[in-house]
């Protein structure tokens, strides 16, 4: 991953402000971090790309309206993407700018070769061997948004108190007892499912998810 | 999963790093074109100076007396600068010296694969440059950018394996001047000033671009 310091940062932000030319920096300093931080959350890499590519459109057409206050613009970016990911659960058809309406929209045909596809694949099959990071993923998907929003960032992306307050928009002592509460409740699912013979399980989380499948949460915890 | 592991637990979600290279690559041609093509809709120049003014009229008043003071400020320096020696023809032409003496010292067969890439020999075109009276030094990103503006090169990729592959190449700052034809030509040069990527009219440098 590239990286750059606060300094650099500002003066690369100033010129995307001015040239959105410019904003490439931006983008390779980011783009890991937050591409991570979707897959994380929903665990689909196509979901996750496209959460990815609306999350750096957001920030690119918005760009000359970002204030520098200090504070790197990553969690900027963290707060689009979280917006972009609370849509996306609260949609059932979520329509985000894909990279294929973007090269649409501008003409382009990329002249490097190599599948998509085959990365997709790869990273599907990569998920895959983690069954317990998919077990806890879904989860974390029996809370409500709320909870699994400040979970997420706290304990997956090891964000302070401070910065989930700004990415949220929150005051921290919000964000700290929502953070109490979503792990209580959290701990609570678990035992209930660890207790629970199997079938009554499956009755139990698939009335808790809502739009969630029942029968792939019951299936997998 | 033990619930009183859960904090612990979790933390390990954060071992689950992916790259996504393809995508990443291809994502960020789409946005820079797409930038490239809003920005000759909408006029960054005006949104950021609004944003420079601020909402009342006290601010803006203040603003409007400061910028001027400003540029009056700005003129009298720049006038005495262009006065001396440390001009930015002069910042230009001590770093196609010094990038002169680097490619000088590289091995032959650096060179030659240079020559091969771009076909043009390193040393003529730093010379060629020195010559240009338009000489001017570019900071990575103003170099990334005039790729895109000027050529249509998004990203400093290089394609091998008869286009399967794509080789990223660093260019940490670069320098731009026009040629004796009267075509723009800009050089990217690396850390230690060794030219490393060159975009120009000839059609050798159109099948480098991401």
Known sequence: ?221 | MKTNDLPKFLEDFNLLNIEMPVHQRRLRQALLVYGQNQQTIHTPFWATFKNLIGRDIKSRRVTLIGSGATVAIVAVLGLGLLSSQDTPYARAEGLVNRSIKTMELVPPEARARFTKDFGRDPLDLLEEAKQAKDLETLTRVEFEAGLLKKFGIVGTFMSEDQGRNLRQIRASKGLGYTDPSGNSVLLGLDDNDALVFAAGPSSVFEDHGG
């Open chain 1, 1 to 221: 991953m590239y990286t750059v310091d606060l300094k650099t940062e500002r003066e690369i932000i100033k010129q995307a402000q001015l040239d959105p030319s410019c904003f490439g920096e931006i983008f390779d300093a980011y783009y890991s971090v937050i591409l991570g931080y979707a897959l994380r959350r929903v665990a689909n890499p196509v979901v996750a790309q496209d959460i990815t590519a609306e999350t750096f459109y957001k920030a690119l057409t918005n760009i000359h309206k970002f204030k520098w206050r200090g504070i790197s613009i990553s969690h900027w970016l963290y707060k689009i993407a979280t917006n972009e990911l609370r849509m996306y659960f609260r949609k059932s058809k979520y329509l985000p700018h894909s990279l294929e309406t973007m090269f649409e929209q501008v003409g382009f045909d990329p002249i490097d070769k190599q599948n998509l596809a085959e990365e997709i694949v790869e990273i599907q099959s990569h998920l895959d061997r983690h069954q317990e990071y998919l077990r806890a993923q879904k989860l974390l998907l029996i809370l409500p948004l709320k909870y699994q929003e400040v979970i997420a960032l706290r304990f997956v992306e090891n964000k302070k108190l401070s910065e989930i307050s700004r990415i949220l928009d929150k005051k921290e002592g919000t964000v700290k007892s929502l953070l109490s509460r979503g792990l209580r409740l959290l701990r609570r699912h678990m035992e209930a499912q660890q207790t629970q013979p199997f079938v009554s399980k499956r009755i139990v989380v698939s009335a808790k998810v809502g739009a969630i499948n029942s029968n792939e949460v019951g299936g997998i915890i």
